[in-house]
């Protein structure tokens, strides 16, 4: 890959740091990807994809605090002369947003062939792959595995008070399962849960760590994604986790989307890139990474430890009925969070 420079990008309200800035030529074997996947995971397989390809990707990565939600501002800001050709978001609301406001140009990959419709759009704009679960991760040592609360109705029971930890709802995975909530509960219910959360659980900075803190022993209990609990129980720390609210209403699974940005500076190479991300073996070592992907496909090959979660129960919810709820979540927890 080219050389990277850090750079510090404040966008509207939201200070985050974008490292590495690329430097962007007209070299049209240069795709330019934004991406909020975590950076040693994309960084592997941008290198793959480079390998294969010829391609010369020149990566912008989110921060962990951030996670999507910083880049979407800033596309949104660049929409008028795009400086980014891909966008590789680590969820899905976001990007379906950006298509609402014309951001994105529509192609149908031949690698998404293969993909189930529900994890593509009908009309080409993006496409999921490998996706992560919504996880309650809760530490060995403090609780037994059968007293983990499986709903979220036994979650709120007294004896979790101030025992649970979730991170900044604002940003990330977090922000687009309140969504999710949102759009299957509707907005009184879902207020009031919200208002019983911020009551019992404790707001921490990022999914990171809630992960750390549960291994750490700090808290038994948080809401986490399943990459973040794997990485965690990879090294060997004391942490587990249950799918969240399988006895409930269902877990959310959040696939990665990939877009492509419309007016992009490098369409060819950004199509290139596409297909290459789409490939079946980018899905195969998302999989066996640390962080534990489950590929949307079912032949994809996947390690022992992720054979379970695929028969987890999910969540009754659209997609695109989550992306539209998105914004209205985060007015509904911004006074919440606030206060």
């Known amino acids: 890959m080219t050389q990277r420079r850090s750079v510090c990008w404040v966008v509207v309200t939201v200070a985050m740091c974008l490292s590495p800035r690329p430097t962007w030529g007209q070299d049209p074997r240069q ?31 989110d921060s962990e605090a951030t ?26 609301s976001r990007t379906l947003l950006l298509k609402e406001k014309g951001l994105l140009d529509s192609y149908r ?65 977090t922000g687009t399962h309140c969504a999710a909530l949102l759009a299957r509960m509707g907005e009184p219910p879902f207020t009031s849960l919200m208002a019983r959360w911020k009551e019992r659980f404790r707001i921490v900075r990022s999914n990171g760590e809630v992960a750390r803190l549960v291994a750490e022993g700090a808290f038994p209990l948080g809401l986490t994604d399943t990459d973040d609990v794997f990485r965690m129980k ?5 942490i587990d986790a249950v799918p969240f609210d399988s006895e409930g209403e ?9 877009a492509i940005l419309a ?31 489950l590929p949307v496909r079912e032949d994809v090959e996947v390690p022992e430890d992720l054979l379970a979660w695929r028969s987890i129960r999910v969540l009754p919810v659209f997609l695109d009925a989550v992306a539209r709820e998105a914004d209205r979540a985060m007015e509904v927890l911004k006074p919440m969070i606030q206060e």
């Not at 990879?234 to 004391?238: H, N, Q, S």
């Not at 297909?275 to 998302?286: F, G, N, Q, Y």
Request: proline share 8%; net charge neutral.
């Open 250 to 258: 269902g877990t959310l699974l959040i696939p990665n989307t990939v």
């Open 263 to 293: 007016k992009c500076p490098h369409p060819e190479a950004a199509r290139e890139f596409v297909e290459a991300l789409l490939d079946p073996e980018v899905e195969r070592r998302m999989a066996f990474s640390p962080s534990r992907q």
């Open 31 to 61: 795709v330019v990807v934004y991406t909020s996947v975590d950076e040693v995971l994309s960084t592997e397989i941008f290198s793959w994809i480079e390998q294969q390809t010829g391609l010369d990707v020149l990566p912008v990565f």
């Open 67 to 92: 996670k999507t939600t910083g880049l979407y501002l800033r596309l949104i800001q660049e929409a008028s002369r795009p400086r980014a050709d891909v966008f590789w978001n680590g969820e899905f």
């Open 109 to 173: 990959p031949r690698m998404s062939k293969q993909i189930p419709e529900r994890f593509k759009d009908p009309e080409g704009f993006w496409t999921g792959l490998s996706a992560r679960a919504r996880v309650l991760a809760f530490n060995p040592s403090l609780v037994e595995a059968a007293k983990v609360p499986r709903s979220v109705t036994a979650l709120l029971g007294e004896e979790w008070k101030g025992r649970v930890i979730w991170a900044n709802p604002m940003f990330g995975t």
């Open 234 to 238: 990879l090294e060997g720390r004391p």
